[in-house]
């Protein structure tokens, strides 16, 4: 999902100052964090319409219907990556707002896993952490970018442990991952956040819809972030049923 390759072959024109090209990035990081939300919502609605509805919720986790729309979620975002400089802009927002629909539909189960109000509460204290990592990533000087292969490298070692764990059944790598998820996926947040800025930047003079894919495809990656942080925040402080 992290494709730098936007291509310079629509070159604007003239010359941006300044005060212009960090309106352009201010505009479009705006639409960036509000796509975002979108999925959020259209991922929460999905879930929730799922969650209520006892029928369909039989059909999803009682059979392997769940196990098809994971593999579509991923065959999406592996198919977002492939099509980011191909497809147009209005393609790649409907992947990912269908992607969102399925990722709410799968991620319904929580809702009978923990008690109403901690998964509230843990939403609440996920939006106002993620804010402030999200603002750091944004208003720092540095450069976070140069720290996501230690990032990666964290992630690839949590989801091999974690792969391992469903067969060895350990509480405390249960507890260890958990915690190392929060870690990983808060600086994956202001990472992202860091790059996107800075490769909106870069590509400030560049034709409108390169701008757009850099758009949603950061959106993409800042809705990856929240759920994964919300998930693993939730293990640890979300109340089971």
């Excluded at 994971?70 to 977002?80: D, K, P, R």
């Excluded at 996107?196 to 819809?209: F, G, K, P, Q, V």
Aim: aromatic share 16%; with cysteine.
């Amino acid at each position: 999902m992290r494709n730098d390759d936007f291509g310079h072959d629509d070159y604007r024109s003239g010359y941006l100052d300044y005060e212009e090209i960090n309106r352009i990035v201010a505009q479009k990081m705006t639409g960036c964090i509000l796509w975002m939300v979108v999925g959020l919502l259209v991922s929460g609605i999905s879930g929730f319409l799922v969650m209520t509805n006892v029928e369909i919720m039989s059909l999803i986790f009682g059979t392997n219907l769940y196990y098809v729309l994971f593999f579509v979620e991923l065959g999406l975002v592996f198919m977002f990556s492939m099509m980011l400089m191909k497809a147009s802009v209005g393609a790649l927002r409907g992947m990912f707002l269908l992607y969102a629909v399925l990722n709410g539909i799968t991620l319904s189960i929580i809702g009978y896993i923990y008690t109403g109000e901690s998964i509230i509460y843990v939403f609440l204290g996920t939006v106002v952490y993620y804010a402030c990592l999200a603002a750091y990533g944004y208003l720092t000087r540095d450069n976070l970018g140069r720290y996501l292969p230690y990032v990666m490298a964290g992630l690839i070692a949590l989801i091999v442990v974690s792969l391992l764990n469903i067969f060895m059944k350990n509480d405390y790598f249960y507890w260890i991952m958990s915690y190392a998820g929060v870690i990983i996926f808060s600086a994956f947040t202001a990472i992202d956040m860091n790059i996107i800025r800075h490769r909106l930047t870069d590509y400030a003079m560049e034709d409108n819809t390169i701008l757009n894919r850099i758009q949603i495809a950061g959106a993409l990656n800042l809705y990856l972030d929240f759920i994964n942080l919300f998930l693993y925040l939730l293990r640890l402080f979300g109340k089971k049923r």
